[in-house]
């Protein structure tokens, strides 16, 4: 069975929806948390686990009238197509190492050739 489990403080309501065998106590040990349920804000908020309710129900768990409502007004978001991707590694080139520049290769060439001439001109 899928219910309402209260677990906020005096005149605090507060609920998780939660998995629980029809013989328990309504705050007993539950098999699984599928959501919450916050009636003090406005409007309240509801946070569920669709693919688990949806799973829960599929094997036989049956709803509480209040959650059925809960899920009517809180539907499951339609699923979206993934927009096609490409993968753009694969598809372009690696770019090529940048080269030096003309003018800072001249330089490297200048002063390597200006060394050798001030060795000379010290002899």
């Given at each position: 069975?899928?219910?309402?489990?209260?677990?906020?403080?005096?005149?605090?309501?507060?609920?998780?929806?939660?998995?629980?065998?029809?013989?328990?106590?309504?705050?007993?040990?539950?098999?699984e948390?599928?959501?919450?349920?916050?009636?003090?804000?406005?409007?309240?908020?509801?946070?569920?686990?669709?693919?688990?309710?949806?799973?829960?129900?599929?094997?036989?768990?049956?709803?509480?009238?209040?959650?059925?409502?809960?899920?009517?007004?809180?539907?499951?978001?339609?699923p979206?197509?993934?927009?096609?991707?490409?993968?753009?590694?694969?598809?372009?080139?690696?770019?090529?190492a940048?080269?030096?520049?003309?003018?800072?290769?001249?330089?490297?060439?200048?002063?390597?050739?200006?060394?050798?001439?001030?060795?000379?001109?010290?002899?």
């Open positions: 069975m899928i219910r309402l489990a209260r677990v906020g403080a005096r005149k605090q309501p507060f609920y998780r929806i939660v998995v629980i065998e029809k013989d328990r106590a309504r705050n007993g040990r539950s098999i948390f599928v959501g919450t349920y916050n009636p003090r804000t406005n409007p309240a908020t509801v946070l569920l686990k669709h693919e688990r309710i949806s799973y829960w129900r599929s094997v036989g768990a049956q709803l509480t009238p209040t959650i059925e409502k809960l899920i009517a007004k809180h539907p499951a978001p339609a979206t197509a993934p927009a096609p991707t490409t993968d753009e590694t694969s598809t372009k080139p690696a770019a090529p940048p080269e030096p520049t003309t003018e800072s290769a001249a330089e490297s060439a200048g002063e390597s050739a200006a060394e050798p001439a001030s060795e000379s001109a010290a002899a």
